[in-house]
C-alpha cells in the first residue's frame, strides 16, 4: 500500500514539475511577445513623428500662395 501511494506521489509531482516548467515557458514566450511589440510601437512611433515633422518643416518652407481677388 505504501509502494502505491509512493507511485501515485512522484507521478503527480512529475506532472506538477511539467506544469510548473510549461507556466514558465509560456510566462517567458508572453513576455517575448510584448516586447517585440514594444519595439514595433516604439519605431512605428518614431517614424511617424519623423514624418510629421518633415511635412511641418515642408509647409513652412513652401512660399504661401496668394488668392487673387477680382
Known amino acids: 500500500m505504501n509502494d502505491q501511494i509512493s507511485a501515485a506521489r512522484r507521478r503527480a509531482e512529475l506532472q506538477l514539475a511539467r506544469t510548473r516548467r510549461r507556466e514558465a515557458e509560456v510566462k517567458t514566450e508572453q ?7 514594444q519595439e514595433k510601437t516604439a519605431r512605428l512611433r ?3 513623428l519623423a514624418k510629421e515633422a518633415a511635412e511641418t518643416a515642408a509647409s513652412e518652407e513652401a512660399p504661401k500662395k496668394r488668392v487673387r481677388r477680382s
Open 46 to 48: 518614431a517614424l511617424r
Open 31 to 37: 513576455e517575448q511577445e510584448r516586447d517585440a511589440l
